[in-house]
């Protein structure tokens, strides 16, 4: 369905064989094991103070210290009302765990599913859930690119859009994505219908017929 690998994503307290910890941020293991084929571990306790470690690592750090960085430093939001709406539209990870795995296959085992893709790809994809009539997606303005690897897991019958936040694409995980690059997530179950409709849809790879031509 896309150009790249999908990524499942599972959330454990054991690190697997074959897997080794590195110090990619959420953003930057997405991209490489996507475009690298390479499984990646981080681990969720490691004190490293970002939006990854807030909202998916779901680390101790106080909700003041994300809403100052939003307002003071960011300048995402004017006022610390709009910054708490914010943070109570994202949520957090729900799954506590000592590790997050990366793995550049489709697992029907892992937590969550992630495609790198285009307006075109997605468009295709997006057209694959409307055969099962899935026409609500999630989209949250100004997500951090993080929110892909555990929106899924609060709105399991949706597909989550993300289009990778400015301070990933500019900063933290610069030239790891191209500029039309972004994000699409969702369970492994849902991904797995997707794959069937893809046989039977026009979205896929089944071909209209009984139509004019303009």
């Known amino acids: 369905m896309t150009n790249h690998r999908p990524v499942s994503i599972t959330f454990t307290q054991e690190l697997p064989s074959g897997f080794f910890c590195t110090d990619d941020l959420i953003p930057t293991a997405i991209a490489r094991t996507s475009k690298t084929n390479t499984p990646i571990a981080l681990n969720c306790r490691r004190r490293i103070f970002s939006a990854g470690g807030y909202f998916a690592h779901s680390q101790d750090f106080e909700r003041r210290l994300i809403i100052e960085t939003y307002i003071n430093n960011e300048h995402v939001f004017p006022d610390e009302e709009t910054a708490n709406i914010f943070l109570q539209l994202v949520g957090r990870n729900p799954k506590k765990s000592q590790y997050i795995l990366f793995m550049p296959k489709y697992d029907i085992k892992s937590d969550v599913v992630i495609l790198l893709v285009n307006a075109s790809k997605a468009s295709k994809i997006l057209g694959l859930s409307a055969y099962y009539g899935l026409f609500d997606v999630d989209v949250v303005p100004a997500a951090p690119t993080c929110a892909a690897i555990f929106r899924p897991l609060i709105e399991p019958n949706r597909i989550h859009i993300?289009?990778?936040?400015?301070?990933?694409?500019?900063?933290?995980?610069?030239?790891?994505?191209?500029?039309e690059e972004f994000l699409v997530s969702m369970r492994p179950a849902l991904y797995k219908k997707l794959c069937v409709a893809f046989t039977k849809s026009a979205h896929g790879n089944s071909k209209p017929n009984g139509l004019p031509i303009y």
């Open 162 to 179: 993300n289009f990778i936040d400015y301070f990933d694409r500019e900063y933290q995980a610069k030239g790891c994505f191209e500029e």
